[in-house]
């Protein structure tokens, strides 16, 4: 039997639930190259916010992790097998009566994002919860750094730094490694696919579990700077507060 951990909704059992703040972690499944999982984005969405609810346990903060979302927007992957999208227009709804119906007993709803493509459907949700007055915003897995778009030296280094099993080394391989803005247009025409067959946007190689440690520390950091600040922007989203601007 497996110990139970407070810091995860789905360990509590309802009496014990109370008014925490729940971090939502939301990521997709699509492919992401020959040698990491289809989950990548959902896992590290989950690992920041264990991070974020550590951090606010450590400030007396009462925080849940809830189970991750683990399907978004990920059409331009479609052409991969494993790749299950919802679409924008399905994660949207979803996301409002996710926020309506938590927002019944948690204090306060942030959702954690791991995928790109799931932007547009925050930035039509988010703001319509907090019109009906409640409580909730949403942050993306960045860090204020360089890095390679999709299945790259970034995100293997990630998974070597998170869940090492699960990254396949022997298949590490380059894909297309020229700059997304050089891609963007046939990339939206005709998906990922069209633009590398093997998926990669990126070069994986020389991905370390040391250099995936400095970039969660930045990303946590970065998420944990938007998240204390409050400021919260036309999309929902929350921002880091300008500098010298009381948290």
């Known amino acids: 039997m497996t110990e139970r951990d407070a810091r995860h909704l789905a360990d509590r059992p309802w009496p014990e639930v109370g008014r925490p703040v729940l971090l939502v972690p939301l990521g997709s499944t699509e492919q992401h190259?020959?040698?990491l999982p289809l989950d990548t984005d959902t896992a590290v969405a989950s690992v920041v916010c264990d991070a974020l609810a550590e951090r606010l346990?450590?400030?007396?903060?009462?925080?849940?992790?809830?189970?991750?979302?683990?399907?978004?927007?990920?059409?331009?992957?479609?052409?991969?097998?494993?790749?299950v999208?919802?679409?924008?227009?399905?994660?949207?709804?979803?996301l409002v009566e996710y926020g309506r119906s938590a927002c019944e007993w948690a204090a306060r709803l942030v959702f954690v994002n791991g995928h790109g493509g799931n932007v547009e459907a925050f930035a039509a949700a988010v703001p319509k919860l907090i019109a009906e007055g409640r409580a909730v915003s949403?942050?993306?897995?960045?860090?204020?750094?360089?890095g390679d778009p999709h299945?790259?030296?970034?995100e293997t280094s990630l998974m070597l730094a998170t869940d090492p099993a699960r990254v396949l080394a022997e298949r590490v391989e380059p894909g297309n490694d020229a700059p997304l803005a050089e891609l963007m247009a046939?990339?939206?025409?005709?998906?990922v696919r069209r633009v590398s067959p093997n998926g990669v946007l990126g070069d994986p190689r020389g991905a370390t579990a040391e250099e995936g440690e400095?970039?969660?520390?930045?990303?946590?950091a970065h998420a944990w700077s938007r998240f204390s600040g409050g400021v919260v922007d036309d999309r929902g989203c929350l921002v880091s507060a300008p500098s010298g601007a009381a948290s």
């Open 57 to 83: 346990a450590a400030d007396g903060v009462d925080a849940a992790v809830a189970p991750a979302i683990p399907y978004g927007a990920s059409g331009e992957h479609q052409d991969f097998p494993g790749t």
């Open 186 to 191: 046939e990339l939206r025409a005709g998906g």
């Open 138 to 146: 949403w942050l993306p897995c960045a860090a204020d750094a360089p």
């Open 214 to 220: 400095r970039l969660l520390d930045a990303i946590v």
């Open 151 to 154: 299945a790259g030296r970034t």
């Open 33 to 35: 190259g020959p040698h």
């Open 85 to 94: 999208s919802i679409g924008t227009e399905a994660l949207t709804l979803l």
